[in-house]
């Protein structure tokens, strides 16, 4: 009995090593599950294809956090420049739906940054010295994706871009009256 019990222990440790799913619960994955990485995890299914892998590469430049809605209807939500590390933390900023925005930014790095904001109308561009936080409101007025980044040098290209992902259906008129097509890959 017991050589069975070993071989099926066997077979079923082999069959379930090969699962993807089973990998994760190694410790040194378990360690990478961070609450900003779960918010990322969990926002992915709804983010369209085309853009699903753009969107999932900013995780490993801050992670995603959800804007909190304020008494006021004004969503807020804070963001911050990490010491020697050319990226914003987090990286992504869910609003639930359109409105204003009051992002609240933190330069903790030595270095010059400044954050040029999606806006209906104008960008905003938020100057943030070295050691400094400032505060910018923005309102985006339709569902979603707004990119954000530092124009500084070339920071944006070192990995300082954000994108803000507003929720919501689109207006009727924004609609496309075709069938869905499939995407490239």
């Known amino acids: 009995m017991k050589r069975y019990l070993s071989i099926a222990s066997i077979a079923c440790a082999l069959l379930f090593d090969g699962c993807a799913y089973v990998r994760l619960l190694r410790p040194s994955a378990l360690k990478q599950l961070t609450p900003e990485m779960v918010e990322l995890v969990n926002e992915l299914p709804n983010v369209d294809r085309p853009n699903e892998a753009i969107v999932a590469r900013l995780f490993a430049h801050g992670g995603l956090t959800r804007?909190?809605?304020?008494?006021?209807?004004?969503?807020?939500?804070?963001?911050?420049?990490?010491?020697?590390?050319?990226?914003?933390?987090?990286?992504?900023?869910?609003?639930?739906?359109?409105?204003?925005?009051?992002?609240?930014?933190s330069n903790e790095d030595q270095a010059h940054h400044m954050a040029f904001?999606?806006?209906?109308?104008?960008?905003?561009?938020?100057?943030?010295?070295?050691?400094?936080?400032?505060?910018?409101?923005?309102?985006?007025?339709?569902?979603?994706?707004?990119?954000?980044?530092?124009?500084?040098?070339?920071?944006?290209?070192?990995?300082?871009?954000?994108?803000?992902?507003?929720?919501?259906?689109?207006?009727?008129?924004?609609?496309?009256?075709?069938?869905?097509?499939?995407?490239?890959?």
């Open 67 to 105: 804007a909190s809605l304020a008494p006021d209807g004004t969503m807020r939500a804070a963001i911050a420049v990490p010491e020697n590390q050319y990226i914003w933390r987090p990286a992504i900023i869910v609003m639930p739906t359109s409105g204003e925005l009051q992002l609240d930014v």
């Open 117 to 185: 904001l999606p806006n209906v109308g104008e960008r905003h561009l938020l100057d943030l010295p070295p050691h400094t936080r400032g505060r910018a409101t923005v309102k985006l007025d339709a569902p979603g994706l707004y990119w954000f980044g530092c124009p500084v040098s070339n920071h944006a290209g070192r990995g300082m871009l954000g994108l803000i992902i507003v929720k919501g259906d689109p207006p009727a008129a924004a609609k496309l009256d075709r069938p869905e097509q499939e995407q490239p890959r």
